[in-house]
């Protein structure tokens, strides 16, 4: 069972990419989804996370007002929006699913699945 993370790719400072993170292994729907990244050389962070039904998102404060978490659940997939990207974006992402309960910021440790990450680099 493995979710598939893609759309990483090079991108200017200030730009934008638009990440997507889906399974055919089980409905994404039931699940709440998280993004972490890991920058070379640096322990793997949360990013946020979305709540499987109810829409509701939490995001670290790094990347607040920067980067949105949406879910299209008829798609069984989840999009990590990232505008006005800088250097310090620059990590591997990956996505992760989990079962109840919700979690404003789950751990790594939390998660039940995971995806294989994808590369986003901000350079000019």
């Known amino acids: 069972v493995q979710l598939q993370a893609c759309g990483g790719g090079l991108v200017q400072p200030g730009g934008s990419l638009r990440l997507s993170c889906t399974t055919s292994?089980?409905?994404?729907?039931?699940?709440?989804v998280g993004w972490f990244r890991q920058a070379s050389g640096k322990e793997r962070e949360g990013v946020g996370c979305?709540?499987?039904?109810?829409?509701?998102?939490d995001l670290a404060d790094s990347v607040k007002g920067r980067f949105a978490i949406s879910r299209d659940n008829a798609k069984n997939t989840v999009y990590l929006q990232m505008n006005n990207l800088k250097p310090e974006d620059t990590a591997v992402y990956y996505c992760?699913?989990?079962?109840?309960?919700?979690?404003?910021?789950?751990?790594?440790?939390?998660?039940?699945?995971w995806g294989k990450g994808t590369q986003v680099t901000v350079s000019s």
């Open positions: 979305i709540h499987r039904s109810n829409g509701r998102t």
């Open positions: 292994s089980f409905r994404l729907a039931n699940y709440h």
């Open positions: 992760a699913a989990k079962r109840d309960p919700y979690s404003s910021s789950p751990t790594e440790g939390a998660m039940d699945y």
